[in-house]
């Protein structure tokens, strides 16, 4: 007889094992069911403009209003975009697809009802002087079209002059500035004093790769932030709290 200590076995189940989720799965849970915007909505997340345009077209058709559909639809879509891509299951690429169908959308909207959306606002963005990576900005300045702002965009390597000479000109809610480079992000203390000199207390947005919130919180106009999502946040909540700037470090600042 051979003694067997029943703590020692090792005891198996036959378990059935789970389907991992899929973007795409994840995207499906959170469409709106509306058999008009739903088709709208998924072809936004898949980034499919032809797909966005049909579905347009078709909720057009069938009655809806062409400008309504930016926010019953388009930016339904946005949404499910905006909220998988924070909680990390899609990357940038699917973000930046998704807003060039959403801004092919509004062109398409706008033609068809023969007026122009109601525009939120201004903003002006751009890249350090110096620098060339643009890529966050693109996707900045995306969002932001795409999230129904005006957006002057003046490019990258922009010289400090520049910045101001437009911010003067266009007078914008928010100004953004993007820089990837240790050396280059220095140029956002110049803008804040110019700025400051001049008058100007705007909000300046400032993210990219270099930087980051304690450096950012060093010059006095200066809002951090991380995600190219936190933009139209970070404007949505000026245009609804105002432009102080402890209110919106307050909001978007981690403590
Ligand atoms: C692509 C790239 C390039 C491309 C740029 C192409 C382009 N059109 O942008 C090219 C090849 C041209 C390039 C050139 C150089 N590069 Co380069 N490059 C990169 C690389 C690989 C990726 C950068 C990138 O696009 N990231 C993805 C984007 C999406 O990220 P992001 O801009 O940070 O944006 C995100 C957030 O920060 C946020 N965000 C951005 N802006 C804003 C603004 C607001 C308001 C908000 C809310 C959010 C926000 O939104 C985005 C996503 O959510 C990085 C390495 C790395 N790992 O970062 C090096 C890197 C940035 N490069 C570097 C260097 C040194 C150079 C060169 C000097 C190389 C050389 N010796 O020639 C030149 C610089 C030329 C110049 N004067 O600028 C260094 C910088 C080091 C430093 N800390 O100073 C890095 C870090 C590489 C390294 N490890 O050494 N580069």
């Known amino acids: 007889m051979i003694d067997i200590d029943p703590s020692g076995i090792l005891v198996r189940y036959n378990v059935k094992m789970e389907k991992a989720m899929t973007p795409e799965d994840a995207a499906e849970e959170l469409y709106p069911k509306d058999s008009l915007i739903y088709p709208i909505a998924k072809a936004i997340f898949e980034g499919e403009e032809d797909d966005v345009v049909e579905g347009l077209e ?3 058709s069938s009655g809806k209003d062409p400008i309504s559909l930016i926010d019953d639809a388009l ?39 023969g007026r122009a959306p109601v525009v939120k606002g201004k903003i002006v963005t751009h890249v350090a002087e110096g620098d060339v990576h643009d890529i ?50 220095y140029a956002f203390k110049e803008v804040n004093d110019r700025l400051l000199e001049k008058g100007y ?55």
């Open 136 to 185: 966050g900005k693109n996707i900045v300045v995306a969002l932001l079209r795409a999230n129904g702002y005006e957006v002057v965009d003046l490019g990258r390597d922009v010289p400090v002059d520049e910045v101001i000479a437009a911010v003067e000109k266009e007078k914008p809610l928010l100004l953004t500035g993007t820089a990837l480079m240790t050396t280059t992000m």
């Open 201 to 255: 207390r705007i909000p300046f947005a400032c993210g990219g790769g270099a930087v980051n919130q304690d450096f950012v919180s060093q010059y006095e106009l200066g809002i951090y932030g991380e995600e190219a999502a936190d933009a139209p946040k970070i404007a949505d909540f000026i245009k609804e709290h105002g432009d102080n700037i402890a209110k919106i470090r307050e909001k978007f600042h981690k403590h």
């Open 58 to 60: 078709k909720a057009i």
């Open 75 to 113: 930016m339904v879509g946005m949404g499910v975009v905006t909220r998988l891509y924070d909680e990390g299951v899609i990357f940038l690429p699917n973000v930046m697809m998704s807003a060039d169908a959403m801004l092919e959308g509004i062109e398409h909207v706008k033609q068809k009802a």
